[in-house]
T-cell receptor, first 111, second 110 residues
């Protein structure tokens, strides 16, 4: 049982480049979400999904896109990377009203 | 807007002490509250989940309580060990969102 799997673990991008952070879960959880964690700011919600085909914005959505074509996968796309997007990104999943399971994170640096 | 506060921000104790970490939140309309542990450079490991209808949960040396009406939760760690050193995060779950506190950084000295 893999839980929540995130790839890649580390990534360095140049300003203006685009990339996709992958997230997959094998627990048949309806709810999936993306957070970023920054020193002094804690964890903040970027986007979330309550099921396949349904996504919505969280607290800090600008510069990011998401889609949910299957229950298992919830990729996060950076459209044009900026240094302000340097952060650690976590994907999480849960059953409705249940506890969250987090992936191990992606450490992104934008230079 | 839900605000989650954790006190203290940092705590250093000698091995063997019992300790209490505090979490407060401003909106009592929560689904549940979850305590996580985060080691440096690592992900979040769930420790305890308390549903809004529950008062406490226990796992080994850990006990978490929830008083939803007053917006408070405590995490009690018994007989602390150096391996307990980590950052402890409190998070409250509402509809489609989970709000985190800034964490308590715990150091347990041998």
């Amino acid at each position: 049982n893999a839980g929540v799997t995130q790839t890649p673990k580390f990534q360095v991008l140049k300003t203006g480049q685009s990339m996709t952070l992958q997230c997959a879960q094998d627990m048949n959880h309806e709810y999936m979400s993306w957070y970023r964690q920054d020193p002094g700011m804690g964890l903040r919600l970027i986007h979330y999904s309550v099921g396949a085909g349904i996504t919505d914005q969280g607290e800090v959505p600008n510069g990011y896109n998401v889609s949910r074509s299957t229950t298992e996968d919830f990729p996060l796309r950076l459209l044009s990377a900026a240094p302000s997007q340097t952060s650690v990104y976590f994907c999480a999943s849960s059953k409705q009203g249940g506890g969250y399971t987090f992936g191990s994170g992606t450490r992104l640096t934008v230079v | 807007k839900q605000e989650v506060t954790q006190i203290p921000a940092a705590l250093s104790v000698p091995e063997g002490e019992n300790l209490v970490l505090n979490c407060s939140f401003t909106d009592s309309a929560i689904y549940n509250l979850q305590w996580f542990r985060q080691d440096p450079g690592k992900g979040l490991t769930s420790l305890l989940l308390i549903q809004s209808s529950q008062r406490e949960q226990t796992s080994g040396r850990l006990n978490a309580s929830l008083d939803k009406s007053s917006g408070r939760s405590t995490l009690y760690i018994a007989a602390s060990q150096p391996g307990d050193s980590a950052t402890y995060l409190c998070a409250v779950s509402m509809m489609n969102d989970m709000r985190f506190g800034a964490g308590t950084r715990l150091t347990v000295k041998p």
